[in-house]
């Protein structure tokens, strides 16, 4: 074969090759799918906005199987029995679309054409922090949904599992005055007391005396996501301190709460920036354990309590480790 025969077949070749390459790609779309092909998610995204964002922690989606769905107007649990408090409005919306602090122009645009991460990026600057007092998510999501009638975003179980109930775009109603700035978690904890009487009920301790949760006989336990999962505070002792000037008791979380906790937390603020990596503090940079003033909260952002917003709140509690939560997020968004 001559040189200039050999030359042309090299350029048929890489013609032929160019024409089977564009017709290829003129079937998938901009980002290189193909119609119809199916995007699986890995199982650490929470949803933002409709976007997804990884946590690194295990969430489970409203729209996943063993997910809780608030978006939901019926019982979950059992749809044809409503809870007497409940039964003038029997199938109600427990969430809002659109948030009470806009301004009329963002409003109208929400109303109109729905949320863009841009704009919920600039109006959500608080993630507030509860404890459940019921136990267990499955147990929260009963009492939370089908009983009461309020919504929360977050649900972080024993075994650290989250459970993401709502878009965050949508306002839950978890936390009063702070919904319309905020997002909310609801974290399995039985709570704090003055003294250990429901502690001791809920809580039993092995032949090495380390404390573990015990499910009350009438809770079901198929609600936590991990098998046979032994729930163990991450300290051993009660921890007692004083919240809105009463003194109280309580046992801490697990370590798979912290660790799910930190990195939904670290999330938030990359997602979210305006939600900054910090709790409230006294002016000597301890933590503050009352409750902000209107003006106060009106100049804060960041991660809270319940307590912070109302005084009638003690949740999440003397035991909750504010600056293991904190400094862990911290070092995952440096």
């Not at 699986?40 to 949803?47: K, N, P, Q």
């Not at 949904?145 to 109930?165: E, P, W």
């Not at 306002?171 to 904890?189: Q, T």
């Not at 008791?249 to 912290?258: E, G, H, N, R």
Request: glycine share 8%; with cysteine.
């Amino acid at each position: 074969m001559s040189r200039i025969a050999s030359t042309r077949r090299q350029l048929q070749l890489i013609a032929t090759t160019a024409i089977a390459l564009t017709t290829l790609t003129g079937c998938l779309g901009p980002q290189g799918f193909a119609p119809g092909e199916r995007l699986e998610r890995v199982g650490d995204e929470i949803v933002v906005a409709g976007q997804l964002f990884h946590t690194g922690a295990p969430v489970v989606l409203w729209m996943d199987k063993g997910g809780y769905d608030a978006y939901r107007v019926e019982c979950k649990f059992d749809p044809e029995v409503m809870h007497p408090k409940r039964q003038k409005d029997p199938k109600p919306n427990r969430y809002s679309s659109v948030r009470g602090h806009l301004p009329e122009d963002v409003k109208a645009d929400v109303q109109s054409n729905g949320w863009s991460l841009e704009e919920l990026q600039d109006h959500i600057d608080l993630f507030v922090i509860h404890y459940d007092v019921c136990g267990t998510s499955r147990q929260c999501f009963k009492v939370l949904h089908d009983l009461r009638g309020l919504s929360v975003q977050f649900m972080l179980d024993l075994d650290g599992t989250i459970y993401q109930t709502l878009d965050l775009k949508e306002r839950a109603w978890h936390a009063g005055s702070a919904n319309d700035r905020s997002v909310g978690i609801e974290i399995a904890n039985i709570g704090a007391y003055k003294n250990m009487d429901t502690l001791n009920k809920w809580y039993s301790k092995d032949e090495d005396g380390r404390p573990y949760v015990t499910l009350p006989k009438w809770m079901k336990k198929d609600g936590i996501k991990t098998p046979d999962y032994v729930a163990r505070p991450a300290r051993d002792e009660p921890v007692k301190g004083n919240i809105q000037g009463t003194d109280l008791m309580q046992y801490d979380l697990t370590d798979a709460q912290y660790e799910s906790l930190i990195k939904l937390t670290a999330t938030l603020n990359a997602a979210l920036p305006k939600i900054e990596l910090d709790y409230p503090r006294n002016d000597d940079g301890t933590l503050r354990t009352v409750a902000f003033d209107e003006a106060e909260m009106a100049d804060y952002s960041g991660v809270l309590g319940h307590y912070h917003v109302t005084k009638r709140k003690t949740d999440p509690g003397p035991a909750f480790d504010w600056d293991r939560v904190i400094n862990g997020a911290r070092k995952l968004s440096r």
